[in-house]
């Protein structure tokens, strides 16, 4: 289920008790993804990705880039992590299907209450997405932005 690019070997964020506050964001919006069926509907089963496979067709969505930055506040240490989650879409109506995909990921997600294994998830939030056609002229793309507020015991 959590794969490293490196080896492609599975690293799940709950056997690791000094994960990256992003490590098991992404882990875990990974997995709810998913299994989310209003966007397994959309994209079909098994087409979530944190690595696309080479040769993979749209409809389909990959976890993208996780930007953090320190947030600690008085007795508290925190990360504020911001993440990006790609929606790719071919279709005669390429644009208005990756816009339902990304409507799909942003209520799988925003404030949606992850367990994550070794920190606390303060807060999820949707920040908005963007749609456009990749430089094909025929791909549907999504960029759907989240913010996340991760606190460490």
């Known amino acids: 289920m959590f794969g490293t690019p490196s080896t492609g070997q599975s690293v799940n964020p709950e056997r690791s008790s000094m ?3 992003s490590h098991e964001l992404v882990g875990l919006a990974t997995a709810r993804l998913r299994t989310y069926a209003p966007l397994t509907a959309l994209i079909g089963a098994n087409r979530v990705f944190l690595r696309v496979p080479d040769e993979e067709r749209p409809p389909y969505v990959a976890m993208g880039e ?3 930055r320190r947030s600690d506040v008085t007795c508290r240490r925190s990360t504020t992590v911001d993440l990006t989650v790609h929606a790719y879409s071919i279709s005669s109506n390429s644009l208005q299907d990756v816009r ?3 409507d799909a990921v942003a209520t799988a ?3 949606y209450p992850l367990a994550l294994p ?3 998830l303060v807060t999820l939030e949707h920040h908005g997405e963007r ?3 990749d430089v094909d002229g025929i791909t549907g793309h999504a960029v759907v932005d989240f913010a996340a507020i ?3 015991p």
């Open 19 to 21: 994960s990256a506050p």
């Open 66 to 68: 996780a930007v953090t």
């Open 100 to 102: 339902a995909i990304a």
């Open 109 to 111: 997600l925003h404030d």
């Open 118 to 120: 070794t920190k606390r």
């Open 131 to 133: 749609v456009f056609y």
């Open 150 to 152: 991760i606190e460490t």
